[in-house]
């Protein structure tokens, strides 16, 4: 992707204005916005308020070096790398690039905002740029741009997701209205992001391999359904005036939620910011933490207090409050809830099903089935198996599926017309089979030497199958 290599292209541009779907969610009053008092002072206490809620073991050594830091567009190993993400300003100024230095980048994405600007110009705005193998996504959230750059083959709708899910996790961190506070003061927001880099790092390689993500669902642990039960119990039972949510997970896995007010509920995107946060900080592993988030899709405009502990090795225990001084309060009904998981003898099957949750398509005894997804689309909670022969083999064959996933996801959720009830895909290496309906939706692989008549068999069996096991989804 060397910039002499682009120019030498015939650029074919499609420029389309862009209706923004992502209206700011309602502010909520039972969030403390606190920090929103702020906005209307010295800059250098706005920052200062932030600063001090980014993560201490990052900002004690300010931005940390990063990998690929020494490349940039005079090197070439940095033209090597499939799918750059850059966030800058409205006026060019670098905040991130997924790989170099973005100051070192700057002239690189000065010319990725000239290009924004241009079309802007015209009332019109850019959304993407085909150049050969190349495709340049665009999403512009005022006073930010986002952009990719991958050759990937992956669908325009796909790359912009992942780009919306990058953008909510810089609002996690700051708030929509910091944010805007901070370029109105000509601020550099760099230094409130020090340290969050790893963060963008893991969400961007999340959104890359991660099927929850790809169906914008939450994935469930496998778990018998009665101990679920329990635990959903004991969650709804422990409570205070400032509690809102309850979650229970394992890796980016869902054990158990519960609802404490009459609130709207967390979006996936909301709850997969957070499991990112909770994966990418060693030091939530060692004690209790409190620290503030935001919510984009929640409030975008104020921070919750999240509460978060490990209650066992793999088993974190999240607790959202509305209020800044709430964290003994929260410590406690931890402690509650630890004694009642040891009283119902709950621990033990708990720390089994975390240690076998993972399973194979075999476990189905499904004939010819070689993979699957499926999404309840009432609760948005998703499962599947891990990966098997011919898949397990070989690392490219991974990345293919996916990449076979997104496609078809893409085509039968965004179709121009009503979106497909059914969908069948074969080729020379597998058949895909889709239905979709009001409640769910399910992707199944099959081999492709499979008859039609078998493969409608056992897509079947499959689906009566995820219908009676209640223990691999939240029901």
């Known amino acids: 992707m060397e910039d002499t290599k682009i120019a030498e292209n015939k650029t074919t541009t499609t420029t389309t204005t862009m209706t923004n779907n992502d209206s700011n969610s309602s502010s909520n009053s039972e969030i403390d916005n606190s920090v929103d008092n702020l906005g209307g002072g010295d800059i250098e206490d706005l920052s200062n308020y932030i600063l001090s809620k980014i993560d201490e073991s990052s900002t004690a050594t300010g931005r940390p070096a990063r990998k690929y830091s020494e490349q940039d567009t005079s090197t070439p190993e940095w033209f090597d790398h499939k799918k750059h993400f850059f966030i800058l300003s409205f006026s060019g100024k670098p905040i991130y690039s997924r790989y170099g ?13 000239a290009m924004s600007s241009f079309v802007e110009s015209s009332n019109d705005e850019l959304r993407y740029i085909t150049a050969g193998n190349y495709q340049f996504v665009f999403i512009q959230k005022n006073p930010l741009n986002l952009v990719c750059i991958a050759n990937t083959g992956e669908p325009y709708q796909m790359i912009k997701q992942q780009l919306e899910y990058i953008h909510a996790l810089i609002i996690s961190v700051l708030t929509q209205s910091n944010i805007k506070a901070v370029f109105e003061a000509k601020y550099d927001l760099r230094d409130l992001l020090g340290g969050t880099d790893k963060y963008l790092d893991n969400f961007i390689h999340q959104t890359n391999s991660d099927f929850s993500i790809l169906l914008n669902s939450v994935n469930c642990l496998r778990l018998n359904n009665n101990i679920r039960n329990s ?245």
């Not at 503030?292 to 921070?303: A, D, H, Q, S, V």
């Not at 509305?322 to 309060?329: D, G, I, L, T, V």
Request: with cysteine; net charge neutral; hydrophobic share 35%.
């Open 101 to 113: 230095d973005e100051v070192a980048l700057n002239t690189f994405m000065a010319s990725l905002s």
């Open 231 to 475: 635990i959903t119990n004991i969650l709804s039972n422990r409570k205070c005036d400032s509690l809102l949510f309850s979650y229970l997970i394992s890796g980016n896995k869902l054990i158990s939620s519960v609802k404490h007010k009459k609130t709207p509920s967390l979006k996936s995107q909301d709850i997969h910011i957070v499991m990112n946060y909770v994966l990418s900080t060693s030091s939530f592993r060692e004690s209790e933490s409190w620290i503030p988030i935001c919510l984009p899709n929640y409030n975008n405009t104020g921070f919750l207090h999240l509460y978060i502990c490990y209650l066992y090795a793999d088993v974190c225990l999240l607790l959202f409050s509305n209020q800044a001084e709430s964290f003994y309060q929260l410590s406690e009904i931890k402690t509650m809830i630890s004694k009642d998981l040891e009283q119902e003898s709950i621990v033990d099957e708990l720390n089994r099903s975390v240690a076998l949750h993972d399973y194979t398509t075999s476990f189905t005894d499904v004939p010819n089935l070689l993979h699957f997804l499926y999404k309840n689309r009432s609760s948005n909670y998703s499962t599947y198996p891990i990966f098997s022969p011919p898949y397990s083999i070989h690392k490219k064959e991974k990345k293919r599926l996916f990449r076979l996933y997104q496609h078809i996801i893409n085509h039968v959720n965004n179709s121009s017309n009503k979106p497909h009830k059914y969908y069948y895909h074969t080729s020379a290496t597998e058949t895909i089979i889709v239905a979709i309906s009001n409640h769910h939706e399910l992707y199944a692989t099959f081999s492709p030497l499979e008859t039609k008549k078998n493969v409608f068999e056992s897509f079947t069996l499959l689906l009566q199958w995820i219908t009676k096991d209640n223990s691999i989804i939240i029901q």
